[in-house]
């Protein structure tokens, strides 16, 4: 099928195509993104000696090894090339052609089948750039505790679990687009609210073991303390568990998840210096590192004052409201999506340069169009919107920790964390500003300060 273009607009003798649009604001993004990339490794490579805020956990050498992480991170040239050579060449409509050649009575299956086969290209195509990461970076910098066995299971498993609840979600989700008639958009609204939620509810218990490992806490005192914080501040606890993030990775986090009075907190092992996993030796296998153990031993929080002053900042956000208000603000924004969808899907002109002739296009593909493509403008400022609300939020939950704990304790604990993730301290205003949902360890010692002045 010879490739077709769709005329949107002549001037001067130049056409203006829907394809043109797209790469247009597609490129334009990605030399954004690698100009503000470029002004943070021109500080990162610049910047030769650490803040005088971080001096004491961070000598010149580990400053310098930061540095030299936080440019291997930054992202590249091949994707943006690869979507684009995807766009031009129709390779969506060849595929989508492909599939009909399987099955052609049913569209919902077609779409089915479709799904599939981009999923397994996109899981080929990304898993060297994995590997890389994980493998060259991530190792060079200690970070990395996988095996290649344990890399390609995990990465095969995630595939597989994607696909199993994706694709009855997207059969479903076309149905009612096609059978909803006029107002099928607040149905396909209602659907993926129930959706969410199910999956908010689900992924903890039973999708996230599918992955790690997780326990009870022990019983301990630092386990006393976690419960006394939590009641203290009123969070209703009801488990508490510790995930072996060291199988994979020396990076360090906790989190809490739950509804209403069925809360529960997750620590990772990392954090805890010197933590050992119940049951470590019936844990190990041939696809975890040995070197595991080790991690323990020399990173996280050795100070049960500085783990208590985490947990403050993550229960922050929910004394706060912060994760109430981000579900409201997602919901708001995906019934938004939703309707305008309405008023634009049955436009076929601009589908023709995908490779559908006119009134051919399937549903999926309208969905890919106008939420991938079409949105695009609208999702890049919204997403800035969001990075400053979230960074407003992390200010919040870090003056809620002080308020409860000491401000020493919880800038002891971001020292500690920055030293080992091996986060550059210094950023770009400019990056930051755009990039960072999380301020800098710098500016969160400087808003922890003044909350502790106001204490006073």
């Known amino acids: 099928m010879a490739i077709q273009f769709t005329l949107i607009y002549t001037y001067g003798g130049y056409s203006i195509t829907f394809l043109n649009v797209i790469l247009f604001f597609t490129w334009c993004l990605f030399i954004w993104e690698t100009f503000l990339n470029l002004r943070q490794i021109r500080v990162a490579k610049s910047t030769k000696t650490p803040p005088k805020e971080i001096v004491s956990l961070m000598d010149e050498a580990a400053f310098d090894k930061a540095g030299r992480y936080s440019v291997e991170k930054l992202s590249g040239f ?6 684009s050579v995807i766009l031009h060449f129709q390779v ?26 981009f999923a397994v290209f996109q899981f080929f195509d990304s898993l060297p750039w994995s590997y890389y990461r994980n493998f060259v970076i991530e190792a060079r910098y200690g970070f990395n505790k996988q095996t290649l066995g344990f890399f390609i299971k995990d990465k095969v498993k995630s595939l597989l679990v994607g696909l199993v609840i994706g694709l009855p979600i997207i059969a479903a989700l076309i149905w009612i687009i096609k059978a909803g008639g006029q107002y099928f958009y607040i149905y396909a609204y209602g659907f993926t609210f129930a959706v969410s939620m199910i999956i908010m509810f689900i992924y903890p218990e039973f999708i996230a073991p599918i992955f790690d490992r997780y326990e009870h806490f022990p019983d301990c005192e630092l386990r006393t303390k976690i419960e006394d914080l939590a009641a203290q501040i009123g969070f209703p606890l009801k488990k508490l568990f510790v995930v072996e993030g060291s199988k ?82 997602a919901q708001f924004n995906i019934f938004f999506m939703f309707f305008v969808f309405g008023q634009l899907m049955n436009m076929d002109m601009m589908f023709i340069e995908f490779g559908f002739p006119p009134s051919t296009a399937p549903t999926v593909l309208r969905l890919i169009v106008i939420f991938q493509f079409l949105f695009m403008p609208y999702s890049t400022v919204l997403d800035f919107l969001t990075t400053m609300l979230l960074r407003k939020f992390e200010f919040q939950a870090d003056a809620f920790a002080v308020s409860i704990k000491p401000g020493e304790k919880l800038k002891n604990a971001l020292l500690v964390l920055t030293k080992d993730n091996l986060s550059f301290p210094v950023y770009d205003w400019l990056y930051s500003l755009c990039n960072l949902s999380h301020p800098s360890i710098i500016e969160r010692i400087k808003a922890i300060d003044e909350a502790e002045k106001k204490k006073e």
């Open 92 to 117: 969506i409509g060849w595929v989508w052609r492909k599939a009909v050649d399987h099955l052609i009575h049913s569209e919902i299956l077609i779409s089915l089948l479709f799904t599939v086969y």
């Open 78 to 83: 091949y994707s943006i090339s690869l979507l």
């Open 248 to 329: 994979r990775s020396s990076h360090s986090n906790a989190y809490f998840y739950g509804f209403g009075k069925n809360k529960r907190i997750v620590l990772f092992d990392t954090l805890i210096r010197g933590f050992k996993m119940p049951n470590a030796s019936s844990s190990k296998t041939s696809d975890a590192v040995n070197e595991s153990d080790d991690v323990a031993e020399d990173k996280g929080c050795d100070d049960d004052e500085e783990i208590l002053a985490v947990l403050a900042h993550e229960l922050g956000h929910w004394k706060m409201n912060h994760v109430t208000i981000n579900l409201i603000i």
